[in-house]
């Protein structure tokens, strides 16, 4: 059964009286509905088409979080050989809202880093919902440490709300944790590639994403804060998320401009819930061309480059 957002119950009510002909026609054999069915497709399709061309920022972050989109473990799972996982910070424990490991990508060997949200309540419980822990990055930071020494491209698929900000969490350096991991993303000799799959909340997602080219897919979103959390701060009303998701300029489209994302990958009309293989297919052309372009670089080149992609963010926004 399709979950749908709050702005497509249009497209539910539509879609549903549909099915419901093909089912009265699948229980009386002398009934032919299908033409009406068709006629109901297609006008589901043309409001589908126009609701995902004038998506609002807030309607934008409502897509990145839905939970049908594919995740971490999708993508590993489709666009990866010989995954080999690779667990805990050898330090505290084992962190299982990151996964990361060892693993070749078209027969090139590489080591790859994301945030797990889960997909069901067990999953998401055990993941805790994507919101890392220090031993996370702890983690993270030991997996980046490995591939810089046997030379291995990284690449980091992101997609949290943020770290998690608990009380043991804190108790164990969240923030020192969160710094470190960026730090090394920053430091690394290799190429550096990450990729927001859905939400890019605050610290916890930079800490994956100090990279040398980051891409966003088209409906995913990057930012400083929620526009829940912003609105609380600001307007000391949460309800005014919508305000605050205009303001903060969070999708892949607004970064682009600001020179914060690079590359803006393809979602299918309806966002990648509707068809996860079509947007993992995406991802994985993205992913290709942007290794290729680092491929031949020296790690002097790569930590210069790095260094002044970042000195640059925002500038080409200000230009225009």
């Known amino acids: 059964m399709a979950n749908y957002l709050e702005f497509e119950k249009p497209l539910a009510e539509i879609e549903g009286k549909a099915e419901e002909l093909r089912a009265l026609a699948r229980q009386n054999s002398e009934m032919d509905v299908e033409k009406e069915a068709e006629a109901l497709d297609q006008k589901a399709a043309d409001l589908l088409a126009e609701l995902y061309r004038t998506l609002t920022p807030w309607r934008k972050c409502q897509v990145a979080r839905h939970p049908d989109r594919p995740h971490c473990k999708d993508y590993i799972k489709a666009l990866f050989q010989e995954f080999t996982p690779l667990s805990g910070d050898r330090n505290f424990a084992d962190d299982h809202a990151v996964m990361g490991g060892l693993a070749r990508f078209n ?21 805790n919902f994507g919101m890392a822990r220090p031993e996370g990055y702890r983690k993270a ?8 020494r046997f030379g291995l491209p990284i690449v980091t698929l992101v997609d949290t709300t943020g770290a998690y900000p608990g009380r043991g969490a804190e108790e164990r350096g969240q923030s020192e944790a969160i710094a470190r991991s960026t730090e090394k993303c920053l430091n690394v000799k290799v190429p550096l590639v990450s990729i927001i799959i859905g939400e890019g909340g605050s610290g916890g997602a930079v800490a994956f994403a100090g990279a040398n080219r980051l891409a966003m897919l088209e409906h995913a979103v990057y930012s400083v804060i929620s526009p829940e959390g912003c609105a609380s701060i600001l307007w000391k009303d949460a309800g005014k998320m919508r305000e605050a998701a205009e303001a903060l300029k969070l999708t892949a489209q607004d970064l682009e401009k600001l020179g914060v994302a690079d590359q803006i990958i393809p979602e299918p009309v309806g ?22 372009a680092l491929d031949k670089k020296t790690p002097k080149e790569l930590l210069q480059e790095r260094r002044q992609k970042f000195l640059d963010i925002g500038t080409k926004g200000l230009a225009a």
């Open 271 to 292: 966002g990648a819930q509707r068809d996860p293989d079509a947007t993992i297919a995406n991802v994985g052309a993205a992913l290709e061309e942007m290794l290729t």
């Open 107 to 127: 027969d090139r060997p590489i080591v790859v880093i994301g945030h797990e949200k889960g997909h069901d309540t067990k999953s998401r419980i055990e993941r």
């Open 141 to 148: 930071i030991r997996l980046m440490d490995l591939a810089d």
